[in-house]
């Protein structure tokens, strides 16, 4: 791998007018670490293919709204196999779950992309889709538990989150459910919100997340989201999984 492809697994020469040269001009430090811990390292450890690291890794961008690294993390997500669809409907459901401002700062940057690839309407999901079947029971189950413990406080919301999410946004063919989990289980890591993380995590490996993938997610957030972000998901990843050996 060449100096300028490692340095654009990680960077971006678009958004932030940043070369290799530049970076090293102000931290040589971080360029080395750009450039071989994150690039040749990090990018290519087993546990988690090249596709889904692009998609947590636009995922994490998005939610912190790091625009400049956003257009090449996008070329890269594409080049990695993640469908226009499926960068569409991510951009969308992150509007929920991240932010509406985040997501529309996402979609100028994509904008660009897609017509620099000649992306057009016919590769991205229409507003009417048929919908994936929905598990009634799985279902009335989270929306009574949600009922319980957030209707007395807003009441709208528990009627949103039931209308607005779960019987429409979750259930779009565009994005798997095991993908929509897993951008789901990379915003709430990478904006700290540890709170929502266990459901969603359970919902990801119910939905064919692996634990070896799921440990991989964490570590390679802690690069793109800090440190102190992984390590509060993982404290809380390694209840999840005890839970569902039967050790607690």
Do not use: C
């Amino acid at each position: 791998m060449n100096t300028t492809t490692a340095f654009a697994i990680a960077m971006s020469f678009g958004t932030g007018n940043l070369s290799p040269d530049d970076v090293a001009a102000v931290s040589p430090a971080l360029d080395h670490y750009i450039k071989h811990t994150i690039a040749q390292d990090l990018w290519h450890r087993p546990g988690l293919s090249a596709r889904d690291r692009s998609l947590i890794t636009v995922t994490a961008v998005i939610t912190r709204n790091q625009t400049v690294l956003l257009d090449e993390q996008l070329r890269l997500a594409l080049d990695n196999g993640v469908k226009p669809a499926e960068l569409s409907e991510t951009i969308a459901h992150l509007a929920f779950y991240a932010g509406l401002g985040n997501a529309l700062t996402a979609t100028s940057v994509a904008r660009q992309v897609f017509a620099e690839r000649h992306i057009g309407a016919d590769q991205l999901p229409t507003v009417d889709v048929i919908k994936l079947p929905l598990d009634e029971e799985v279902e009335d189950a989270r929306a009574k538990a949600v009922e319980q413990m957030t209707g007395p406080a807003a009441p709208g919301l528990v009627r949103d989150t039931t209308d607005v999410l779960f019987r429409d946004l979750w259930l779009r063919p565009d994005l798997q459910p095991r993908d929509r989990s897993l951008v789901t289980v990379a915003a709430l890591i990478s904006a700290g919100q540890s709170a929502q993380i266990p459901y969603h995590l359970n919902r990801a490996m119910d939905s064919g997340l692996t634990r070896e993938q799921a440990q991989e997610v964490i570590s390679h957030l802690a690069y793109y989201a800090g440190w102190p972000n992984a390590f509060s998901a993982s404290a809380i990843a390694r209840d999840v999984f005890d839970r569902r050996d039967g050790k607690k």
